[in-house]
């Protein structure tokens, strides 16, 4: 994925916000992230969803594990899509968003038209 391809965050009509690619790691795909005052309603789990996620680095704990992935089940059932150039992008992917930065990982190789 190319540093300063840009997609926008969807649900359903709603735009997120945008994310534009900052580089590619190891897991995932680094980006800022410019949210819309449309992504208010769900700031609240991502920060969950970020908490979580530091909480496990630090904590194997089974029940911190299950409620990670709880929060995880929650984002994946917003169905967001991630539209980039040409009408293609993601509609099955892990999302990270935490303040002015973001990442993500396709769950899918090739982008799909959406």
């Not at 300063?4 to 897991?27: D, H, K, N, S």
């Not at 995932?28 to 496990?56: C, G, K, N, Q, W």
């Not at 992935?69 to 992008?89: F, K």
């Amino acid at each position: 994925m190319k540093p300063g391809a840009v997609y926008t965050l969807e649900r359903g009509a709603e735009v997120l916000g945008t994310l534009t690619v900052a580089g590619a790691g190891p897991f995932a795909i680094d980006a800022s992230f410019d949210p819309t005052p449309a992504f208010d309603p769900y700031r609240v789990l991502f920060d969950e969803d970020a908490r979580y996620a530091h909480l496990i680095v630090h904590d194997d704990d089974p029940a911190l594990l299950e409620q990670a992935g709880a929060i995880q089940e929650s984002l994946l059932a917003l169905n967001l899509v991630l539209r980039g150039d040409g009408n293609t992008g993601y509609r099955t992917f892990l999302i990270s968003i935490e303040g002015a930065g973001a990442s993500f990982r396709p769950l899918t190789p090739e982008e799909e038209p959406l």
